[in-house]
């Protein structure tokens, strides 16, 4: 797993799935099943109303909480619908999803509001899992690094490579996105090697420490050849995530 100091993380991704009890029940078993931890990192990324209970659910466990978004505005005010990173702190969140794909193509969220989104997080003590990644025709075109470097490259620009230091980032290839239409681990380490060059041409300290999870349709079957890959630590999960047999198969792949 990836350069020896950094510890893979397994993240899962709920997206807009689960209910009050189905969600208990999943996060019981995943509680059940996680062991002491160490080895790897668990996180749970559900919907925000039910993010409260989670982080009773987990507590006094190895298992971490993050939210799936948050709003670009860092003061309160009138924004209606949108839940500030402060709040999200104040449930026992540590982490938030970032310009996800979805968010990108059905929200319409640009490069400029991800950037802000990673700034808002991190102002509010939250670890932002930046998501980049190419669709089929950008693949297809060739512009898979181009995309990547871009949507890394705005984060670089705005707030520099230090924003970094205190970060995730995560590549999903959009076609892979709940397609069940995978990577194959050459194709995502040679991405995730591109992005930790790019930053490790601002800081090769910072670049050594960050983790880059791989994302899209990781599963129980393929996930341990995934994160063998020198430059993939651990996952963003989604469907695979709301199964806990599965998840914690991805999980202890990823811890060893
Ligand atoms: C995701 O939504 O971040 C994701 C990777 O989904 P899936 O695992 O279902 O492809």
Redesign the pocket.
Known sequence: MGVGARTPIVAG?W?MNGALNASSDLVAALVAGVGEGGDAEMLLCPPFVYLDAAARWIESTPIALGAQDLASEVEPGAYTGEVAGAMLADVGCTHV?VG???RRTLYGETDDQVVAKFRAAQSAGLVPIL?VGETLAEREDADTAAVVTRQVGAVLDVLGVDALGEAVV?Y?PVW?????R?ATPDQAQEVHALIRALIGAQSATIAGGLRILY?????GANAAELFAREDIDG???????LDASEFLTIFHAASG
């Open positions: 991704n997206k999803i996800h794909s979805e998501c995560a999903e892979a996105i709940g397609t069940g995978t994302g899209g349709s990781v599963k996952g963003l999960i989604g469907g695979a995530s």
